[in-house]
């Protein structure tokens, strides 16, 4: 529904959806609060000086690398508000809302077969070399790593996985379109991690963290929507192209980090023993909606305030930024091999070869990117910037 070229039923759709969360909103904020609660006192009786220190300890993550991530967010929201008037002039809609930030920008969107959409990621991935490109195109089409095709009472979503001693296993519904693309292109780059470190360590080192995994994944999604703005240049397709990529940096470089902040602010008030009610948490979140959105988007208060109830991330403190940490390192890394050579492939084979035998920090290092520097989110931003440049120029 919220995709739907019809207005109505995307607003509609959107409104009904959100409310029937307000309808149980202390509910969902007794419950979640008691995660909250959780959580802070563990870590008191852990001897750690906040709930991030405790989270990010287990891989060895400083504080700086969450607060990195979001005072650098933080600087770059005017993008965001380029892209929503961009959108909005596309749209030729007065105001925009936050029900059409999932519109459609053209009737005319591509028809991606299954097999199409395996070439273009090969394509794309050529940089990494014939072992990288073969194995996965002989994982999609000859080993049936993939569970693509949509099914009655199939789940929804997708996800990588399997065991030490075997291939990778995907399940997704492709649904011939360039997201379905996009999505498969993002399993694989799970998948290709999970098969070179399970072929390359030992099975307690095979595993990686969170922290490390969303890079590889938005990696392939980065170097396959690079390839595809070069090979074609009719209108419909860069729209459709642009739509599926700010779909990708919405949900993981604008949801992601403003859950981010939303949980900070509610872990820091828990620890200094503020009130929290359900109505508090709607405020937090709205207000944080209201820096991401500026004065082009209009939005309902509480409707958009209590997002943070529809996320079960939320019951992992800080595990959202992750996303974001891992979006801005793949396009980070995607720059340098588009514009370098043998040295960067080789470094981010290295990096997928790793697994966890490293900290996740010193592994992206050794792939050529420091998530201690704001420079891969500022480079993120820029490629967000020039998507926004390429919608403007169509807009006009």
Same mark, same amino acid.
Request: net charge negative.
């Given at each position: ?105 053209? #009737? ?47 789940? =929804? ?19 011939? #379109? ?52 070069? =090979? ?10 642009? =739509? ?46 209201? %820096? ?49 050579? %043998? ?42 910037? #020039? ?10």
């Amino acid at each position: 529904l919220k995709s739907s070229p019809d207005r109505e039923i995307r607003r509609t759709g959107w409104k009904n959806y959100n409310r029937s969360y307000l309808q149980f909103k202390n509910t969902f904020a007794a419950t979640y609060l008691t995660s909250v609660k959780q959580s802070t006192m563990q870590m008191r009786v852990r001897g750690y000086d906040s709930v991030l220190e405790m989270m990010l300890s287990p891989h060895n993550l400083p504080v700086e690398v969450f607060h990195n991530l979001i005072d650098t967010y933080k600087k770059n929201l005017p993008t965001w508000h380029r892209y929503w008037e961009a959108k909005r002039k596309i749209l030729g809609v007065d105001s925009i809302h936050d029900y059409d930030i999932w519109a459609p920008m053209t #009737q005319n969107e591509p028809e991606v077969n299954y097999k199409q959409a395996v070439d273009w990621i090969a394509e794309g991935m050529k940089p990494l070399g014939d072992d990288y490109v073969n194995t996965m195109v002989k994982g999609c089409l000859e080993e049936n790593w993939v569970d693509w095709s949509m099914n009655k009472g199939k789940r =929804q979503g997708a996800f990588s996985n399997g065991s030490y001693d075997t291939h990778p296993f995907i399940m997704m519904s492709f649904d011939n #379109q360039l997201g379905g693309m996009s999505t498969l292109a993002h399993e694989l780059g799970h998948s290709m991690h999970s098969y070179y470190s399970r072929k390359t360590q030992p099975e307690h080192y095979a595993g990686y963290s969170m922290f490390a995994a969303e890079t590889a994944s938005n990696f392939n999604q980065a170097m396959t929507r690079a390839y595809l703005f070069e =090979q074609n240049d009719d209108r419909d397709f860069q729209l459709a192209l642009i =739509q599926e990529a700010m779909d990708n940096f919405h949900r993981y470089f604008f949801i992601m980090p403003t859950l981010a902040r939303f949980e900070y602010e509610v872990h820091e008030r828990q620890a200094t023993g503020k009130a929290l009610t359900a109505d508090t948490l709607i405020q937090i979140m709205s207000e944080y909606f209201a %820096e991401g959105y500026g004065d082009t988007l209009a939005y309902d208060t509480d409707i958009t305030g209590i997002t943070w109830a529809t996320f079960g991330h939320l019951y992992l403190p800080y595990y959202t930024f992750q996303y974001a940490t891992g979006i801005s390192a793949a396009h980070a890394l995607a720059d340098s091999i588009n514009d370098g050579g %043998e040295k960067e492939v080789n470094n981010y084979l290295k990096f997928l070869n790793a697994g966890g035998s490293l900290d996740p920090l010193d592994a992206l290092s050794m792939a050529g990117v420091d998530m201690l520097s704001p420079e891969p989110i500022e480079k993120t931003f820029e490629v967000l910037s #020039q998507l926004v440049d390429r919608l403007e120029s169509l807009a006009e």
